[in-house]
């Protein structure tokens, strides 16, 4: 999770007149790269991008125009933190770790560096020298971290405490949060106040199979998370003391598969679902209006009270002083499933899988109750159909009723629905 100064929202009572003038533009278009899914600034003109299909991008005047810095399509770039003008880190759902040490005109994977090998990087976060990585949305989870801006590292296994990571915000060098998900207790969010030597689990959203898929500390008070669930209604999170403990807000009745959070006051704020227009609050997440600025966002990053960014289809900017002519934006990435049979089925089941892009994705059977019951698939699936076979063995004794094939993907959750029947003697 990315941070400025907290001191600097101490002004953004002063500015709360001005907000009713400002709006969500686009800066200066980018390859098409199915989506950005991390934005970082150091400054207001200073900034990078990194997008799913292998490219990483550098603007020095506020997102006017943007330069190439990398790009290798077999990557999938998920995650972005930058120390300082000159050291940065990318990270990847296919096992390479960047580095930079000159400001993105050069790149090392450092994947070697590491203690074990990691399966992929979501979130990223620095103080200081010190460097903090969790991951990966599909499990397991683990958390690396850093104290020499990345030349020596050290692991820890996360799995006593989550299934999945996707998220991770330090306030100190030992004060920390990671965010994401443990199947029997829903999205969890996790606190340290040692640098990860320990965890105490300070949220559960008791709701089976959701995360916490982004969190964002607005001031050392103030903190807000979103809940990304394929089963139950559009929900953020809210602490007051500084992430000792949360509340629940709802968002919308609907299952709208939030993904971006970000506030630029202690008030006013936006939320971004997969496949529509942002939601904004202006009463700290208890009333939602839809529709605003753009779809498909995963990241917001604010700089200033007065100055956001978001990374989604294209990067975005609140209070642009530039708007740039915004082109229709492509068409979504609608993961699906085609065919599942039979259905009703005993003992063995066929699904055939549409992927529009490439993508990481975890295919699980889940029962009713929104329990998973077992895993399928696990891994990087490329573009076009894919057929996945579950045959349950003789001590996976599992009753009739409905149950559910839920495809998790980076994009989004997918779920269908099937029947189980009883072999009749």
């Known amino acids: 999770m990315k941070k400025l100064t907290l001191a600097l929202f101490n002004l953004c009572?002063?500015?709360?007149?001005?907000?009713?003038?400002?709006?969500?533009?686009?800066?200066?278009?980018?390859?098409?790269?199915?989506?950005?899914?991390?934005?970082?600034?150091?400054?207001?003109?200073?900034?990078?991008?990194?997008?799913g299909l292998g490219?990483?991008?550098?603007?020095?005047?506020?997102?006017?125009?943007?330069?190439?810095?990398?790009?290798?399509?077999?990557?999938?770039?998920?995650?972005?933190?930058?120390?300082?003008?000159?050291?940065?880190?990318?990270?990847?759902?296919?096992?390479?770790?960047?580095?930079?040490?000159?400001?993105?005109?050069?790149?090392?994977?450092?994947?070697?560096?590491?203690?074990?090998p990691i399966k992929g990087i979501c979130g990223l976060s620095h103080v200081g020298d010190h460097v903090f990585v969790v991951g990966i949305w599909s499990y397991p989870a683990y958390f690396i971290k850093s104290e020499d801006q990345g030349l020596s590292w050290t692991h820890q296994d996360m799995s006593a405490y989550a299934d999945g990571l996707v998220e991770c915000h330090f306030v100190t060098e030992n004060l920390g949060f990671v965010a994401g998900l443990k199947e029997d207790v829903g999205a969890v969010i996790l606190k340290t106040i040692d640098g990860g030597e320990t965890w105490e689990q300070v949220l559960d959203t008791e709701g089976g199979s959701e995360y916490i898929w982004k969190l964002d500390f607005v001031t050392e008070e103030i903190a807000y998370g979103v809940v990304e669930s394929f089963s139950n209604p559009a929900r953020v999170v809210k602490s007051t003391d500084g992430g000792d403990t949360w509340a629940i807000l709802a968002v919308a009745p609907e299952i709208i598969d939030l993904q971006g959070i970000g506030f630029l006051n202690e008030t006013t704020g936006w939320v971004g679902p997969r496949n529509q227009k942002?939601?904004?609050?202006?009463?700290?997440?208890?009333?939602?209006?839809?529709?605003?600025?753009?779809?498909?966002?995963?990241?917001?990053?604010?700089?200033?009270?007065?100055?956001?960014?978001?990374?989604?289809?294209?990067?975005?900017?609140?209070?642009?002083?530039?708007?740039?002519?915004?082109?229709?934006?492509?068409?979504?990435?609608?993961?699906?499933?085609?065919?599942?049979?039979?259905?009703?089925?005993?003992?063995?089941?066929?699904?055939?899988?549409?992927?529009?892009?490439?993508?990481?994705?975890?295919?699980?059977?889940?029962?009713?109750?929104?329990?998973?019951?077992?895993?399928?698939?696990?891994?990087?699936?490329?573009?076009?159909?894919?057929?996945?076979?579950?045959?349950?063995?003789?001590?996976?004794?599992?009753?009739?009723?409905?149950?559910?094939?839920?495809?998790?993907?980076?994009?989004?959750?997918?779920?269908?629905?099937?029947?189980?029947?009883?072999?009749?003697?």
């Open 278 to 425: 942002m939601y904004e609050t202006q009463d700290g997440g208890l009333t939602w209006t839809e529709g605003v600025g753009f779809q498909n966002i995963n990241r917001i990053f604010r700089v200033s009270p007065n100055l956001v960014f978001a990374s989604g289809f294209q990067v975005y900017k609140f209070n642009n002083p530039n708007p740039v002519s915004v082109a229709s934006p492509p068409a979504p990435t609608h993961h699906g499933f085609i065919t599942t049979s039979p259905n009703p089925f005993t003992t063995t089941i066929t699904t055939k899988i549409r992927i529009d892009s490439r993508t990481f994705a975890r295919l699980d059977l889940f029962d009713s109750a929104g329990q998973r019951m077992q895993n399928i698939h696990v891994g990087a699936l490329a573009k076009g159909e894919h057929q996945f076979r579950l045959e349950l063995t003789s001590d996976q004794v599992y009753p009739s009723g409905l149950y559910f094939l839920v495809l998790r993907t980076n994009e989004g959750f997918i779920s269908t629905t099937i029947l189980k029947e009883n072999i009749r003697d």
């Open 13 to 51: 009572f002063l500015c709360t007149p001005a907000l009713f003038a400002q709006n969500w533009n686009q800066t200066a278009a980018l390859p098409f790269g199915d989506r950005y899914d991390d934005v970082c600034f150091l400054t207001e003109d200073l900034g990078w991008t990194v997008s």
């Open 55 to 116: 490219g990483i991008f550098k603007t020095e005047d506020g997102g006017d125009t943007w330069s190439t810095m990398y790009t290798n399509p077999q990557y999938y770039f998920r995650a972005l933190e930058f120390i300082n003008e000159h050291v940065g880190f990318v990270g990847s759902l296919d096992s390479v770790f960047l580095k930079t040490e000159d400001g993105g005109l050069t790149w090392t994977d450092i994947q070697d560096l590491l203690p074990v």
